[in-house]
């Protein structure tokens, strides 16, 4: 099949299936048994089978034709991370049942991996799940999980085996959010809002059915997560899209405020911000070509820098204008807009990058140690079973 094809059948479901005439949840299913959800996934799963690089003149046919949107940017962990771990390693029945609504929009996922004692050393993970008849039992506690509070579904990492180290007791589950046992908090955050939650699992039975992978694989399997997860927030596509945008609107629009040392602050950040722009261009054609590899981690982690430089030169620029604020009451969003509100908003919500989706430090190890090929950290845990472990 060519892209000419693909395209040709894109023309023929439009036709088929006009925008202005039905209706958008009946759309996005019927894109998706056609094939054209994401053309490189496998036939029967949203996909043709074609080369990930169609996708996009695929998604800018549909937009151009005024195709429903299923909502991305409400969904960013299900169609970033949960869809490409399941095609990876989940059953022909797993991804029959979860692929489809996930990406209409209908269930949206959540991930529940950091823990209180553990948010930068994954592999520390407390979180118990206990063999019980054909199912297993969850008891333990999760933190800063963006979406809990409206998904549908959570990816789930928990410790299946304390006797042994600690990367090698961890099984990979899917977790019903509806499940008796499960209870979500909101977490409210610097910004006022309650993007994050807090989950407790107690007592929460999940079928063996709904288990990614073996016994015991859930770390390599996470590993699956996490990459996609890295390159899935690690940049944007547009020129002047994002943080960068909203400065040098403002730098342009408001001359008054401009002296010669900002100039050159501002043109940093452009400079910067093209070139992480354009770098993370280059990982998701690698990304096309494959499985991603570890590089998305120096995106992610110089977009978290880049948008925390770029929100203060923003205070900056703007003075005592700047600091006011628009709302400080607390709020549980539905999505994810970094750019969104007041530049004070957009400050204090910037401190959260170095944080979310691996911390700093910890994607400076990964870069230095699987990209770079520099000498690893001492390590005294890796061979110890993890009921050893101090903690």
């Known amino acids: 099949m060519t892209e000419e094809e693909v395209l040709a059948r894109v023309d023929a479901f439009l036709a088929e299936h006009p925008p202005n005439g039905t209706e958008p949840l009946p759309f996005l299913r019927a894109r998706f048994d056609a094939g054209l959800a994401w053309v490189h996934y496998p036939v029967g799963l949203g996909g043709l089978g074609a080369p990930r690089s169609w996708q996009a003149q695929v998604d800018a046919r549909f937009t151009a034709a005024g195709a429903p949107s299923n909502r991305p940017e409400r969904n960013v962990i299900g169609l970033g991370m949960a869809a490409p771990t399941i095609a990876a390693h989940g059953t022909e029945e797993q991804q029959a049942r ?8 209908e269930e949206v996922w959540c991930q529940l991996f950091s823990e209180p004692g553990a948010g930068s050393d994954l592999a520390a993970l407390a979180t118990r799940a206990a063999r019980d008849g054909d199912g297993w039992v969850v008891d333990g506690q999760k933190v800063w999980t963006s979406s809990a509070h409206f998904a549908r579904w959570a990816l789930l990492v928990a410790r299946t085996d304390p006797d042994v180290p600690k990367h090698q007791g961890i099984t990979y589950f899917v977790c019903d959010m509806t499940a008796p046992g499960v209870e979500v908090r909101p977490l409210r955050q610097a910004t006022g809002e309650a993007e994050f939650n807090e989950v407790f699992l ?3 039975r999940i079928p063996d059915a709904q288990r990614l992978g ?8 996470a590993r699956t997560t996490l990459m996609n997860e890295r390159i899935a927030i690690g940049g944007v596509r547009e020129r002047e899209q994002g943080m960068i945008g909203r400065l040098t609107e403002t730098w342009r629009n408001r001359p008054e405020l401009r002296s010669r040392a900002l100039h050159d602050q501002v043109l940093q950040c452009w400079v910067a911000a093209e070139v992480s722009r354009l770098a993370g261009e280059r990982l998701r054609r690698q990304l096309a070509a494959g499985a991603p590899g570890p590089e998305g981690s120096a995106a992610k982690l110089v977009l978290a820098e880049l948008n925390q430089q770029i929100s203060s030169v923003e205070l900056e620029l703007l003075g005592e204008e700047g600091l006011r604020y628009d709302e400080w009451t607390m709020g549980r969003p539905d999505r994810l ?8 908003y957009r ?5 959260g990058n170095s944080i979310e989706g691996g911390t700093s430090e910890i994607l400076r190890n990964v870069v230095a140690e699987r990209v770079l090929g520099l000498p690893t950290e001492p390590r005294v845990d890796t061979d110890r079973a993890w009921k050893d472990l101090p903690r």
Do not use: H
């Not at 400050?347 to 401190?351: C, I, K, N, T």
């Open 337 to 344: 807009d970094f750019t969104a509100r007041t530049p004070g």
């Open 202 to 204: 107690t007592g929460v």
């Open 214 to 221: 073996d016994i015991g694989a859930g770390w390599q399997i």
């Open 347 to 351: 400050y204090l919500r910037a401190r």
């Open 98 to 105: 979860w692929l489809r609504p996930l990406w209409t929009g």
